[in-house]
């Protein structure tokens, strides 16, 4: 049974989802401290430079090369510009699960970047590599995550109540943490053919991907909170 994905570059009309590599520190770190995803994320804050470096150059690789899931870096076909992450993690090599969590920069929001990323992998996922179910938890006021599941077809299946952790910023600008319940989606291969998921849809019919591009934040996982 094969237990790890293989080393992928998938694009799109607009977007090339590739392996970070040293180049994307800057960017990365920049795009981490921003106010939204330290509010919904579990990354560190402030995210360092160190902490761009280790996850560009050796955690998001460890990701794949250890059997837990698969880290792409987005970014625009044209210019290059790192527009975000996508992440599946959590795979259950057996059932052929995964669960997938992003972040966008805020440059990039509101062009249906993140949409197009996770159409993407979830067509990747499963017509190239045979999986069945691909998850979403989306951190229950998160409605900008929420609208990218119902976007590409997610079904809503319950919540999970009291199970995250968000952080709030206060009246004088620092963070404390704040429990919140998860609404839990999922897609499966039937959800993208009822869809049309697999023939030419606006925005993505240039899906296609290449083996063997070269492998390029700090060991905390993109879930539900990257959303």
Request: hydrophobic share 40%; aromatic share 10%; net charge negative.
């Amino acid at each position: 049974m094969t237990t790890t994905f293989p080393d992928v570059t998938i694009s799109t009309d607009r977007l090339v989802l590739r392996p970070f590599d040293g180049e994307d520190v800057t960017a990365l770190a920049e795009m981490m401290n921003d106010e939204h995803i330290v509010a919904w994320t579990s990354a560190p804050h402030p995210y360092t430079p160190a902490d761009a470096r280790a996850w560009a150059t050796r955690q998001s690789h460890a990701e794949r090369t250890e059997g837990r899931g698969i880290v792409f870096a987005v970014a625009e076909f044209l210019t290059q510009r790192l527009v975000g992450i996508v992440h599946l993690q959590n795979t259950n090599w057996r059932t052929r699960t995964t669960e997938v969590g992003y972040v966008t920069a805020p440059w990039a929001r509101g062009e249906g970047y993140a949409s197009e990323s996770v159409l993407a992998v979830a067509q990747w996922l499963f017509r190239d590599q045979g999986f069945e179910r691909l998850e979403l938890r989306t951190a229950a006021d998160n409605t900008a995550s929420q609208q990218v599941a119902q976007k590409i077809g997610c079904i809503s299946e319950g919540v999970l109540r009291n199970a995250w952790i968000v952080r709030t910023q206060t009246a004088d600008g620092s963070w404390s943490d704040t429990r919140t319940d998860l609404i839990v989606w999922s897609l499966v291969p039937e959800d993208l053919e009822d869809a049309d998921g697999y023939r030419d849809h606006e925005g993505y019919e240039a899906y296609g991907y290449e083996l063997g591009r070269p492998a390029g934040a700090n060991g905390h996982t993109v879930g539900a909170d990257w959303n």
